[in-house]
């Protein structure tokens, strides 16, 4: 069955420092990628999607993450997160066999330290 | 223009009792999907429609689960006979066309706690 892993719950990081998410999915095929983040009291946002071609991905506020079908990985970076960054994050993978479905992982809580 | 905005923000109910979570996504957008978050956990889809058509209800839990789309803007998700393990916070996403290949714009979701 297909499915998504993200193996950090919770990561703090310093203000300035660099990020990296994990993000591991498992399907047949190649998958349509998503990173979602989720501020407090605020709807889900779209960060970055993947779904063909280059595989490394630009997106919003500085982040960027990159497809590696060898480690069946979709890895979210940012080289210096703000104090603003601290949210959860969400990885999900969207399938060629439904018009519809997108499955999530089950998200990194970030943290920053002053 | 407006987001997707949901009602109530929050509903306690007891259990046994039938609820009602309002979803108004973005005008114009065709599809509109709901969701289930656990605490802790990621978002589980429940159900899509394109337009009026409900084309997908394969992650709705249980018959006591049903959402409509009437008139292809507004949508409702209902929940009938509520048990605790349906405390949870219930989001609502839309979409320009249909298709997972489209960006989703997420309301702020709805808490529904079941005492």
């Known amino acids: 069955a297909q499915s998504v892993t993200q193996p950090d719950i919770h990561i703090t990081v310093s203000e300035g420092a660099s990020l990296e998410l994990r993000c591991n999915y498992s399907?047949?095929?190649?998958?349509?990628l998503f990173w979602y983040v989720q501020s407090p009291g605020q709807g889900l946002q779209l960060l970055l999607k993947?779904?063909?071609?280059?595989?490394l991905v630009q997106g919003i506020k500085g982040f960027e993450a990159e497809f590696k079908r060898s480690q069946s990985s979709f890895n979210l970076r940012k080289p210096s997160v703000h104090w603003s960054d601290a949210a959860e994050y969400f990885c999900?993978?969207?399938?060629?066999?439904?018009?519809?479905?997108?499955?999530f992982g089950s998200g990194t809580r970030l943290s920053i330290r002053p | 223009g407006a987001g997707v905005s949901q009602s109530p923000r929050y509903k306690v109910a007891k259990r046994g009792q039938d609820v009602a979570l309002r979803c108004d996504p973005i005008?114009?957008?065709?599809?509109l999907f709901w969701y289930q978050q656990a605490l802790g956990q990621g978002p589980e889809f429940l159900t899509y429609?394109?337009?009026?058509?409900?084309?997908?209800k394969s992650g709705l839990p249980s018959d006591r689960f049903f959402a409509e789309r009437p008139e292809g803007s507004v949508s409702t998700l209902k929940i009938q006979r509520t048990q605790q393990e349906d405390s949870a916070v219930y989001l609502c996403?839309?979409?320009?066309?249909?298709?997972?290949?489209?960006?989703?714009?997420f309301g702020p979701g709805t808490r529904l706690t079941v005492l």
């Open positions: 996403a839309s979409s320009p066309s249909g298709g997972t290949l489209n960006e989703q714009f």
């Open positions: 399907y047949g095929a190649t998958p349509y």
């Open positions: 993947y779904f063909s071609g280059d595989t």
């Open positions: 999900a993978v969207g399938l060629y066999s439904s018009a519809s479905k997108i499955i």
């Open positions: 005008s114009g957008h065709v599809s």
């Open positions: 429609f394109q337009n009026e058509a409900q084309l997908d």
